[in-house]
């Protein structure tokens, strides 16, 4: 009886919290479950010894610790589906997008969806190969260089060249590069193989996007919902707003290659939930994030749900 009256005071400790940001008192826990303030105020203790709640001041209610919301939030899993309609939606913003695009709205989705921050990415793989480059000078000693890769995604590059060569030279440049669809890594020795069997202008062409592909980087990272960050209490304290907002610049990804499909982390009291996404030929990872204090429930649901629901691709990207 014990353990079971300890896990809901824990439960309604960490809904009134999440509700209100504000600590529980034991008075308001006793008129919940209909018992005493007195044994409230024991099973606090004892909670407390477990470092599922902290006191922060001695004369405040509790809080849940990072570990107590971690144990009320695995009360919620696995998350239910999304609803037909929140499918619905996602299917009708998602149509007809690809890309960089595709991933945009994913993100803005999923941060409408669930009232928090999201931020998606795709890691670089350089074994994706390029479905074709399109060539165009920008200047007389500059080209632009667009590549399709096969996870969808486009490439501008900037390639030096003085002077840009001739509309011919360029087209049969990019029927070589159609051609040769081999890994990012493995372009530029393809190019300079390729350009020792060519014509003076064309090897040249070739020589130079050399030169300048290893700039040309195939990650992606894509976030939305920064100002819900303010919304939140936690955002006057400045250090919440540089961590959170941390993430969503760079990502979280560095150091979680071994996370969970599904996971929960905090780093102080920012919560983030990570998804994996399937992208087409890989993983990428879609990572909401807020305050220790989040709506578990349908946070959950939302990275679980958006993760899974990636339309699959229809053709080349465009």
């Known amino acids: 009886m014990t353990e079971s009256?300890?896990?809901?005071?824990?439960?309604?400790?960490a809904e009134s919290y999440i509700e209100t940001a504000r600590p529980v008192p034991s008075s308001k826990i006793a008129e919940q479950l209909g018992i005493s303030s007195a044994t409230?105020?024991?099973?606090?203790?004892?909670?407390?010894?477990?470092?599922m709640l902290l006191q922060p001041h001695t004369s405040a209610g509790r809080q849940p610790t990072p570990e107590g919301f971690r144990r009320y939030a695995g009360s919620h899993l696995p998350p239910r589906p999304l609803s037909p309609r929140e499918r619905r939606r996602l299917q009708r913003d998602a149509d007809g997008?690809?890309?960089?695009?595709?991933?945009?709205c994913l993100a803005t989705f999923a941060s409408e969806l669930s009232g928090y921050a999201v931020v998606l990415e795709l890691p670089s793989d350089v074994s994706v190969r390029t479905l074709e480059v399109h060539l165009t000078p920008i200047t007389s000693r500059r080209l632009l260089a667009v590549a399709v890769l096969e996870n969808g995604l486009t490439r501008d590059l900037?390639?030096?060249?003085?002077?840009?060569?001739?509309?011919?030279?360029?087209?049969?440049?990019?029927?070589?590069?159609?051609?040769?669809?081999?890994?990012?890594d493995e372009m530029p020795a393809a190019l300079r193989e390729r350009s020792r069997q060519l014509g003076r202008e064309l090897s040249r062409t070739l020589d130079a996007l050399a030169d300048a592909w290893p700039a040309l980087h195939p990650a992606e990272l894509v976030s939305h919902g920064?100002?819900?960050?303010?919304?939140?209490?936690?955002?006057?304290?400045?250090?919440?707003?540089?961590?959170?907002?941390?993430?969503?610049?760079?990502?979280?990804?560095s150091g979680r290659d071994g996370a969970a499909p599904?996971?929960?982390?905090?780093?102080?009291?920012?919560?983030?939930?990570?998804?994996?996404?399937?992208?087409r030929r890989g993983l990428g990872r879609?990572?909401?994030?807020?305050?220790?204090?989040?709506?578990?429930?349908?946070?959950?649901?939302?990275?679980?749900?958006?993760?899974?629901?990636?339309?699959?691709?229809?053709?080349?990207?465009?």
Do not use: C, N
Not at 5 to 13: C, D, F, Y
Not at 288 to 314: N, W
């Open 158 to 184: 900037t390639v030096p060249l003085d002077p840009t060569p001739d509309g011919d030279v360029l087209d049969d440049a990019e029927r070589l590069l159609r051609e040769l669809a081999v890994p990012l």
């Open 262 to 279: 599904l996971a929960l982390e905090f780093d102080g009291d920012v919560a983030l939930i990570g998804a994996d996404l399937a992208w």
């Open 97 to 104: 997008r690809h890309g960089t695009d595709l991933l945009r």
């Open 40 to 51: 409230v105020r024991s099973e606090f203790a004892a909670l407390e010894e477990e470092g």
């Open 286 to 318: 879609l990572t909401l994030v807020g305050p220790a204090r989040m709506r578990y429930r349908q946070a959950f649901v939302v990275a679980h749900g958006v993760s899974r629901s990636v339309p699959a691709p229809t053709g080349r990207p465009t």
């Open 226 to 253: 920064l100002s819900l960050l303010f919304d939140e209490p936690e955002s006057r304290d400045p250090s919440f707003l540089r961590r959170a907002a941390g993430y969503l610049e760079h990502g979280p990804r």
């Open 5 to 13: 009256r300890r896990s809901k005071i824990l439960e309604l400790v």
